[in-house]
Nanobody, 129 residues
């Protein structure tokens, strides 16, 4: 079955960096788009970034453009999110997700991620000021 396991979260000072990993199993990275969402306390789940399974095209939310980079290692079935210049407002639980690319695109158009099928359990990122 499809499994997504996030790691790499932790506590970092503002301006610092973290790299999140999403180890996948039950499918290959050329089958599904893979993305990252985050949810801060009291807020809706927000799309952060995703990468297409077909051509490697990427998407970034406006709040992370220029600071975060998504990448994938097909041989390891792992997707990474490099987060630089972290800000206190980046504090959230970060979730890895997988599904058809159209579901990710629709999550932006509909402002909801509820139609995306596969999710990890999340990893907490805390950025102190």
């Amino acid at each position: 079955q499809v499994q997504l396991v996030e790691s790499g979260g932790g506590l970092v000072q503002a301006g610092g960096s973290l790299r999140l990993s999403c180890a996948t199993s039950g499918f290959t990275l050329d089958e599904y788009a893979i993305g990252w969402f985050r949810q801060a306390p009291g807020k809706e789940r927000e799309g952060v970034s995703w990468i297409s399974s077909l051509d490697g095209n990427t998407y970034y939310g406006d709040s992370v453009k220029g600071r975060f980079t998504i990448s994938r290692d097909n041989a390891k079935n792992t997707v990474y999110l490099q987060m630089n210049n972290l800000k206190p407002e980046d504090t959230a639980v970060y979730y890895c997700a997988a599904d058809a690319l159209a579901k990710f695109i629709n999550s932006v158009l509909s402002n909801t991620a509820r139609d995306i099928a596969y999710w990890g359990k999340g990893t907490l990122v805390t950025v102190s000021s």
